[in-house]
């Protein structure tokens, strides 16, 4: 079936350091959604990417969508105790209403 | 108004109760959603409402049915569960399926 995987699973960096997840789908994807869930809340979202090779940025916050429109990635510059959470991609399966949710890579900051 | 609200907060039912879970948006938006989510692990789509019409059912037990009343309300009526649909139920709109969706805190449902 349909799977949407990131990379990695889990990461601790230091505050101040950087941060990328990576998402990669099985299927061409629509677009991409980027949302960020912190612990015990709902996903927030963050960014939505639409064209092939888009590049976003959100203060901080790099968003990649690649050429063939399968994978992207996420890269968090200098993190913040604020960082703290839970980022999943959501893919939208081409030709459909079909959201797909990464694995998720939950990001934990030391201070 | 921008917000998705979900009630009740936390639901703790038998195996042999019927509830209902609610869902409302006054956003305008036409497309919502319901997702299941476990924990520490992502969202899974159960349904899509486009235009207060059912677009997407994916292969959920008929245990789960939802209903769309009108624009604004999203229901999840529950009937036998068994205790491995014990989750997190999200709700989530859109202005249209394609759209950034905007997340409910959800429904803790635990089955006993």
């Known amino acids: 079936g349909q799977q949407v995987m990131q990379i990695p699973q889990y990461q601790h960096v230091q505050e101040g350091e950087d941060f990328t997840t990576y998402c990669n789908s099985s299927?061409?994807?629509?677009?991409i959604q980027w949302y960020k869930q912190r612990p015990g809340g709902h996903p927030v979202f963050l960014i939505q990417?639409?064209?092939?090779?888009e590049v976003k940025k959100q203060k901080r916050l790099t968003f990649q969508f690649g050429e063939a429109k399968k994978n992207s990635s996420l890269h968090i510059t200098a993190t913040q105790t604020t960082d703290v959470g839970t980022y999943f991609c959501?893919?939208?399966?081409?030709?459909?209403?079909?959201?797909?949710f990464g694995t998720g890579t939950r990001l934990k900051v030391l201070a | 108004d921008t917000e998705v609200t979900q009630t009740p907060k936390h639901l703790v039912m038998g195996m042999t109760n019927k509830k209902s879970l609610k869902c409302e948006q006054h956003m305008g938006h036409r497309a919502m959603y319901w997702y299941k989510q476990k924990a520490k692990k992502p969202p899974e789509l159960m349904f899509v409402y486009s235009y207060e019409k059912l677009s997407i059912n994916e292969s959920v037990p008929s245990r789960f049915s939802p209903e769309c009343p009108n624009s604004s309300l999203l229901n999840l009526h529950l009937h036998a569960l068994q205790p491995e649909d014990s989750a997190l139920y999200l709700c989530a709109s859109s202005r249209i399926t394609s759209n950034e969706q905007f997340f409910g805190p959800g429904t803790r449902l635990t089955v006993l």
């Open positions: 299927t061409t994807l629509s677009n």
């Open positions: 990417l639409v064209k092939s090779g």
């Open positions: 959501a893919g939208l399966v081409s030709g459909t209403y079909k959201y797909i």
